[in-house]
Nanobody, 125 residues
């Protein structure tokens, strides 16, 4: 079965950087879009960023554009999220996810069917 394991979360001061990684196993990684989502306490889970199967297209929610960069390494079956200029409002549990179907659109959140366990990111002011 598909497994996703995130790493790289932690505590950082505002303005700092963190790099999240997600290791994928269980099927052909390069055949599916990948995404990052986050959920803060008391809030609904929200889309953060996504990348198409071969990395040609990337998508970001407006609040992270210019600060976050999503990338993938299809040889290593990993997807990463480089987060710069972090703000306290970025504090959340960050989840890696992948689409359920080969044709799943990276920018369509309902397409995501498999999820990691999450990694906590805390940004102090």
């Amino acid at each position: 079965q598909v497994q996703l394991v995130e790493s790289g979360g932690g505590l950082v001061q505002a303005g700092g950087s963190l790099r999240l990684s997600c290791a994928h196993s269980g099927r052909t990684f390069s055949s599916y879009a990948m995404g990052w989502f986050r959920q803060a306490p008391g809030k609904e889970r929200e889309f953060v960023a996504a990348i198409s199967r071969y990395g040609h297209n990337t998508y970001y929610t407006d609040s992270v554009k210019g600060r976050f960069t999503i990338s993938r390494d299809n040889a290593k079956n990993t997807v990463s999220l480089q987060m710069n200029s972090l703000k306290p409002e970025d504090t959340a549990n960050y989840y890696c996810a992948t689409t359920g179907d080969l044709g799943g659109r990276p920018d369509y959140p309902p397409a995501y069917k498999y999820w990691g366990q999450g990694t906590q990111v805390t940004v102090s002011s």
